[in-house]
């Protein structure tokens, strides 16, 4: 494919534009305090690791989107019957769909994001908030480019965004409490983000893809971290019918969150039988493996906010993802650290 920007692709949308009535209280702060030293730390690293994609990464790299870009292993259906009866040319353009269905939803969700992030800039009421949320606006741009850069000259193809990350978009966006955005964004979306991330960062055969995913994760950690170091502090106020109301939306979002990933559309698209192709996904013990993976930065986040009562508990467990609740949390000096390692030329990161 060329190594040249070209216009010859760009991602098709009825209707381009969507407009959604809002409100939510902004907030002024007139102290301008910055005691909470965490969330300075953050924005001090925010500021010093700001990256350019016209610089950083190697465009001109030559990307096969009918190669294994990322193992076979990461489609649903892999290795179940329905997988054998493919033949080699329907894997090509299935691989094709799956990638490119992925990294849509990557870009639709990052879209998301930096409409969230500019709304929490406005309504968090603390000063350190709005100073971090300001340089993660200019991160969730940079994310939206690169995967629209990715998807228009390296995949020349494009997905509309799946009903359910849709649905969740639209909930986290329309609260009027910036705590629910927050959770919903920063702790929810961007914590399965996080772990989608990782395991295309850690097994992509395509450099460019590696480098890319790698760059949009040393940002993703120190979301998620914000994230968990604001809410921390504001949950631990909460009456208990506001705890069980954040609990349920935890959970509404996890529900929706499983169910956007079982590639509905890709099915559709290659003229398989969808209901058939989400069933043998559901039984496959690979993919629900892969599933539930997606899910090892969220549980331990929503247990370090207080979010994991027992009533909680029962339902993660229904789910199967509770087994993570005692992973490592997002804070400032883990997933960071990690990063950091990464960058360092460290072999592998442990996926958890
Ligand atoms: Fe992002
Ligand atoms: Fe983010």
């Known amino acids: 494919m060329s190594s040249t920007p070209s216009n010859t692709f760009h991602i098709k949308a009825d209707p381009p534009v969507e407009q959604l009535g809002i409100s939510h209280d902004l907030a002024y702060n007139w102290e301008y305090d910055t005691d909470r030293a965490k969330l300075m730390r953050l924005y001090e690293n925010a500021k010093r690791d700001q990256w350019n994609s016209t610089d950083r990464l190697d465009w001109s790299i030559d990307v096969d989107p009918e ?36 990294l849509a939803q990557f870009l639709h969700g990052e879209q998301g994001a930096l409409l969230a992030t500019a709304q929490l800039v406005e309504t968090v ?55 629910m955005k927050f959770l919903g964004m920063q702790i929810m979306v961007e914590g399965l983000a996080l772990a989608a991330f990782g395991v295309i960062r850690d097994t992509t055969t395509n450099t460019l893809l590696r480098d890319l995913t ?12 914000f994230g968990v170091l604001s809410l921390r502090e504001f949950c631990d106020d909460l009456s208990e019918s506001e705890r069980n109301e954040r609990e349920d939306f935890v959970y509404e979002a996890a529900v929706l969150m499983r169910d956007r990933i079982l590639n509905r559309e890709v099915w559709e698209r290659m003229g398989m039988d969808p209901e058939a192709c989400v069933e043998a996904t559901m039984r496959s013990p690979l993919a629900t493996e892969f599933r539930h993976r997606l899910f090892s930065k969220i549980v331990p986040n929503v247990k370090s906010l207080g979010l994991l009562s027992d009533r909680q508990r029962e339902r993660f467990a229904k789910l199967d993802i509770l087994q993570h609740e005692n992973n490592t949390t997002s804070d400032v000096d883990a997933d960071i650290e990690e990063e950091r390692r990464y960058r360092a030329g460290a ?6």
Do not use: C
């Open 347 to 352: 072999d592998s990161v442990a996926f958890q």
């Open 125 to 179: 009421p603390w000063y350190e908030g709005k100073q971090y949320g300001a340089t993660q606006v200019m991160d969730e741009a940079r994310h939206v480019e690169v995967y629209r850069r990715f998807l228009t000259e390296k995949l020349e193809h494009d997905y509309p965004i799946n009903p359910e990350l849709r649905k969740l978009l639209d909930i986290i966006l329309t609260d009027s409490r910036w705590d």
């Open 67 to 102: 190669s294994e870009l990322i193992p076979d292993m990461g489609i649903g259906i892999y290795g179940t019957e329905m997988w054998s009866k493919l033949n080699d040319s329907e894997i090509k353009r299935l691989r094709h769909e799956a990638v490119t269905w992925q």
């Open 214 to 225: 790698a760059a949009v994760m040393e940002d993703e950690t120190r979301h998620v971290a």
